[in-house]
């Protein structure tokens, strides 16, 4: 029992350096090497400073500002924001987009509350794109454009999402529609073997190419 | 639809084609005979053996002495990664200077991870400091899985034993050939597959956007032995754990590769192909069954999206259905797999906040959790689950041909009949158990977030999944406050931590011990020559049999407590 014991603290420690510091930290060496871009986080960069990551759907809102020109406060002391027109929107997220404290937002199927935030967010989706899509009506839209993703930072908006959102991304930046069309294309991730997975259209790679564009 | 039935078919097509060369190869190690990793593996394996004056020709434990190996073994496991998990502030690579966890927050994790649950009542990202995943819950997630598959193993050995006085073999030859020819080799080549399409690998410090951290190789090993700890809270969702449609198959494939092809490996060391196959098919069956539910269920919507005036309806250029908790690169098809899969060979890693399925949706992956393992399985659990089910279908058919039921030549009796019940028993019980003392009592409140039939759906789904050692989570249940990133001023629920652990310890090692025994006595007897009135084993009368045991059993144990949440909610449109 002794020698069985001795043998199993033996053991432990053993496959403790092999698996948790040999072998991640020649994971790690070799991806440093071979896939640098891919295994610090597909960093997106603009003049040298960090702006997003390829992967993640970020936050494209902008200030509120009150008559004076001045950021407005809510209660709380939070700043009040509003979805910025001129870019393409990530999908709903109960984080606020948030890379460094991911959560599920656990909303049941049979909620009350459930079904107040999904209305709350189609008519926010309503209000944002109506305006420079006039014949759109609330069965148009998609229904991930008014559910929380699952990771907060979902990259990705469905391609008739973004079709509605393109009208009013031109009309807001004077683009011919046709051109942020084309774009929407080009940031459009297809199945894998035009089987596996579901085509998206990439938010975060879609609005910096827009923000090159305009430069 | 057609198009997501085709992406599910396809995968599966291609995982049985992989059963076979995976299965047979783990059989000549498991064996003990040379293959080509041999050569690369060979001389560690021979250090570590010097180590642990591990004598492999020799070495032939009795079904005591390897339980006995097996839980000192696992004792000290839980006590390192125990003392990781409190001692965060002295660490090496903690770039966000964390604090260390509670105390039974710890012992919550401690027990999780040793018994290949993988539960979380934490926050990877914002309370973990590198080391602790890596070295910590990593390791574990490694040999957690090795002891796994070394219990399927020694009950192999105890049914094909032909000479009497036999051993079960040596435990530590067992993990240590899972680990150095299995587990390890197949984890290196998913990690930097996985990295080198975008999953993190770096020991550098996160920024104001984005945390970062050694996320591939922890997640290569989570799927590989079906632990399913997220590096991330959210696990498998986050883009940078599974950042593409190719990832997603990936990560499926490697969840299923052990526990699928472990069948096969079992036919091949008995000796009856055919045998493996049947259980396979028993095991396939049921899944083919739960992915088909899940998903057009899912593909409906749910009645808070129809009542708040939105259209799930799939029309040109999006997917339609319930994508509350989805993500968009997955769709609903990617989801409603990864859902099924994880939740029935034990993983618990999730794609998708599970919180979110619809009512019958969510009743699939309880449905799973419910067949205790016996859907492939944890690695190495599936196989011996699905094992004593298969005991207890040879003794109902032998009751009703009139014959002492035998399998595979080794004839059943009394004691193994007994062992077998209380080896199936102890999961059901430890569930209804646990989720009755939640329910019942005010110290569960304080872990439910919903409200209603939701609720009750949060705390039975804690227990379940966590007497079937699997971790995945109606994820609103908590055990765990955490009023900023970081441990400091966060604190544990000290009644949902110390239930869940022991409820998790419970349902791993008592079931563990009844396998090992009935092993040993099996090992023990002579093997009869097959006759006339043999009640073959490896026929589709055996497989619907075998499936017949495992939803009777399974239903009867949990349809009333599963009408309270998920059917009450699959069958109305109320909202509450």
Known sequence: ?215 | MPQGFLQILLFFAIMVALVPVMGGYMARVFSGETVLLTRVVGPLERLIYKLLRVRPAEDDQGWKAYAGSLILFSAAGWLLLYLILRTQTIHPWNPGDFHSGTWDLSFSTASSFVTNTNWQYYGGETTLSYFSQMSGLAVQNFLSAAVGIAVAVALIRGIVARKTGGGLGSFWVDITRATLYVLLPIAFLGALVLVSQGVLQTLGAGNDLFAVGPVGSQEAIKLLGTNGGGFFNVNSAMPFENPTGFTDMFELGLILLIPMSLPYTFGKMVGNRRQGWAIFAAMAAMLIVSVTVVYLAEQHGTPAQHMAGVSTRAFDGSTGGNMEGSEQRFGIAGTSLFTAVTTATSTGAVNSALESLSGIGGLVPMANLSASETIFGGVGTGLYSMLMFALLAVFIGGLMVGRTPELLGKKIEAREIKLVVLATLVTPLAALVSTALAVGTKYGKPSVYAEGPQGFSESIYAYLSQANNNGSAFAGYTGYYQPEAGNLGAHGITFADLLGGITMLGARFLPILFVLAIAGSLAKKRVAPAGLGTMRTDTPTFVFLLIGVVVLIGALTFFPALLLGPVVQGLTTRLF
Do not use: C
């Not at chain 1, 759907?57 to 809510?74: C, F, H, I, N, Q």
């Open chain 1, 1 to 215: 029992m002794r020698r069985q014991l001795l043998t199993a603290v033996v053991a432990m420690l053993a496959f403790s350096v092999l698996l948790g510091l040999a072998y991640p930290l020649v994971v790690t060496g070799i991806a440093q090497v071979a896939f640098p871009h891919a295994a610090n986080g597909s960093q997106i960069t603009q003049d040298g400073k960090l702006v997003g990551s390829e992967l993640l759907g970020g936050d494209y809102s902008r200030p509120v500002l009150d008559a004076a020109g001045k950021p407005t406060e809510d209660s709380d002391g939070e700043p009040v924001t509003e979805p910025d027109p001129r870019y393409f929107q990530s999908r709903p997220s109960v984080t606020g987009n948030s890379g460094t404290a991911t959560y599920f937002a656990n909303r049941g199927p049979n909620q009350a509350a459930t079904r107040d935030l999904t209305r709350q967010h189609l008519q926010a989706f309503l209000e944002l794109n109506t305006p420079y899509d006039a014949g759109l009506m609330a069965k148009d839209v998609p229904v991930d454009a008014v559910t929380f993703s699952g990771s907060g930072v979902d990259p990705h908006i469905s391609q008739a999402n973004a079709r509605i959102q393109a009208h009013r991304v031109a009309a807001v930046r004077k683009l011919p529609l046709e051109q942020v069309d084309q774009l929407v294309d080009d940031h459009t991730d297809g199945r894998f073997l035009g089987v596996f997975g579901e085509p998206g259209v990439n938010v975060a790679t879609l609005n910096h190419a827009l923000d090159q564009e305009a430069r």
